[in-house]
T-cell receptor, first 115, second 113 residues
Framework: SAVISQKPSRDICQRGTSLTIQCQVDSQVTMMFWYRQQPGQSLTLIATANQGSEATYESGFVIDKFPISRPNLTFSTLTVSNMSPEDSSIYLC????????????FGAGSRLTVL | AQSVTQLDSQVPVFEEAPVELRCNYSSSVSVYLFWYVQYPNQGLQLLLKYLSGSTLVKGINGFEAEFNKSQTSFHLRKPSVHISDTAEYFC???????????FGTGTLLAVQP
């Protein structure tokens, strides 16, 4: 199955700053997804990122707060802008189809703590 | 829209005992069903999936699940658990027009010696 690398694996950030999370896949994929897992919670879909088009955001998530880039079929970034302590979460990228049709494979996640 | 319900937030069980983690879903269309496992401080790993065919699916680490369409359930089972099975287990559903993967709230399986 595909290898999905996320950077950083963890970070501690100051309130008001922004952080960009990178997701690299070792094979070309059409659909990539970004999820958020708040402490002790389940996973919530932030947005779907397809190459060559604007990301599609879920209800409650906006582009100004979570801008996403998808420059090619193997890479995507998620920026968490103007962070507050409420943004402290694990952010995970996932890709579709590399472990079988209709199956999402997840990266190890990026654990952000905002002080 | 699809939704997933995991009624048990935590399931304590003794080592070598059997366990069942419950999952019910809601959907008006055919769906794909999944169980993912998240070990402490790790990412999400696919445990097993139901896409079509046999309603009993087997996954890694001795886990299995049965798709029951009439009861809209996809319960996860293991006949004998090990300490190393201690983790958070997430049931998820995918299907419909949006084809998004929607997660349940998770069940913490706590295996005690």
């Amino acid at each position: 199955s595909a290898v999905i690398s996320q950077k950083p694996s963890r970070d501690i950030c100051q309130r008001g700053t922004s952080l960009t999370i990178q997701c690299q896949v070792d094979s070309q994929v059409t659909m990539m997804f970004w999820y958020r897992q708040q402490p002790g919670q389940s996973l919530t879909l932030i947005a779907t990122a397809n190459q060559g088009s604007e990301a599609t955001y879920e209800s409650g998530f906006v582009i100004d707060k979570f801008p996403i880039s998808r420059p090619n079929l193997t890479f995507s970034t998620l920026t968490v802008s103007n962070m507050s302590p409420e943004d402290s979460s694990i952010y995970l990228c996932s890709v579709d189809g590399v472990s079988g049709a209709n199956v999402l494979t997840f990266g190890a996640g990026s654990r952000l703590t905002v002080l | 829209a699809q939704s997933v319900t995991q009624l048990d937030s935590q399931v304590p069980v003794f080592e070598e005992a059997p366990v069942e983690l419950r999952c019910n879903y809601s959907s008006s269309v055919s769906v794909y069903l999944f169980w993912y496992v998240q070990y402490p401080n790790q990412g999400l790993q696919l445990l097993l999936k139901y896409l079509s065919g046999s309603t009993l699916v087997k996954g890694i680490n001795g886990f299995e699940a049965e798709f029951n369409k009439s009861q809209t359930s996809f319960h996860l089972r293991k006949p004998s658990v090990h300490i190393s099975d201690t983790a958070e287990y997430f049931c998820a559903v995918r299907g419909g027009a949006t084809n998004k993967l929607i997660f349940g709230t998770g069940t913490l399986l706590a295996v005690q010696p």
